[in-house]
């Protein structure tokens, strides 16, 4: 897919930044990274998170760039509605009416699908989803929109189109500011998104347009002051297929002609060790969604790492070939080093838990997990990936003849073949080395 013009990417620096916003609702709270942020405008990318109370609703939203959501935490029931896909979900549900009596009512609605920890959800730009908390813990997900995406054909700021509730007007919203600043950190504020898009409509062309009374349309119109997440009034009773029939039905075989966004897998599960892609027994694992496990992808041009390094192992110096590349942090810690091309470290720091930072595409980085570990998630802008590394089993050096490595270093024929195999068989992980000089 071809992408369009990246912002110039001119970072003197990149730092580990957390949320720079915080809106809170009713029923949770979504949290904002920066996006005018440098190293966010390098990349077009837009983070958040969303923390979802138990029987909480996040209301049906859209935006103008592709949305790719890491289950981070938690349960629950998701729907995305795609335009001309059948109802293919039916169900009978009593109503009471006004005289007291009692009938049966069928609903119908696009298919809904059951979330959980380690899930990455593919949402298409335009593509109206909204999200439910069964569960009995918080549901955190975490998101990037790809702002430089090809989708969106609007400029790079971020923009959500609420369906439903949204922020108020009138300022009575609870909204903090981070009092931390970060490296390019600007002034954006989230207060100039995320507003109900019916309010701008005639009230009676919307009653005409829905066939419904104008009272329906004041209340499709109104915010309440209860933010993007609402608490339900009671437990919603939303059909969706258990959980092993619906993993029955995903991974069945299908033919790619007949494979539609109707019908398309939007979720994949990296949690799981078994599952693995790299796997080294004392550096680490690394699970990866892209366009072969999740074909959706490739309409999103966008995938996913779920990585784990083991105690003070290192991720092997490498650059990306393909992709700029968002990396959260879900728990230990992690020291980053990233180089330009000018041969100068932007970067060079811890990163924690709840931190976010930018790999630009091409620059090389090189990261060792602290003394307990670190697993991560990160979000890149390729529906196919590819990382080019510079140590271990299958790197640059490993491609090289001993006489360009010896030439290239001034060092001797041995010392060269030392940089090529030292860490065969190992690839992308590194276990830690036990000596050193």
Known sequence: MQRRDAQQC???RISASKPSHRMRSQGGV????????DQFQCAGFAPMRDTIQTNSLSLPKFFPA??????EQGTGVMGISYPGCPETYHKDQQFSSGQGQRGMSGDQHQKVHRILRGDVVAVPAGAAHWCYNDGNEELIAVSVLDLNNNANQLDQNLRGFMLAGGQSRHGQERYERSSQRYAGQSEWSHEETFHNI????DEELMAEAFNVPRETVKRMRQDSNRGLIVKCREDMRIMSPDQEE????EYSPRNGLEETFCTMKIKHNI????????????GGRINIANQQKLPILQFLDMS?????LMPNALYTPHWSMTDNRVVYALRGELNAQIVDERGNTIMNERVREGEMFVIPQ????LMRAGNDGFEWVSFKSSSQPMKNPMAGSISVMRAMPIDVISNAYQISPSEAEQLKTNRDPQSMLLSPARTSS
């Open 246 to 249: 619906q993993e029955e039905f």
């Open 66 to 71: 592709p949305r790719l959501v890491y289950i």
């Open 10 to 12: 001119r970072l003197r």
């Open 271 to 282: 949690e799981l060790q078994r599952q693995a892609d790299v796997y080294t027994k004392q």
């Open 198 to 201: 019916f309010r701008g409509f």
């Open 362 to 365: 091409f620059y090389a980085t």
């Open 304 to 308: 996913a790492e779920r990585g784990h």
């Open 30 to 37: 979504t949290e904002i990274w920066d996006p005018a942020e």
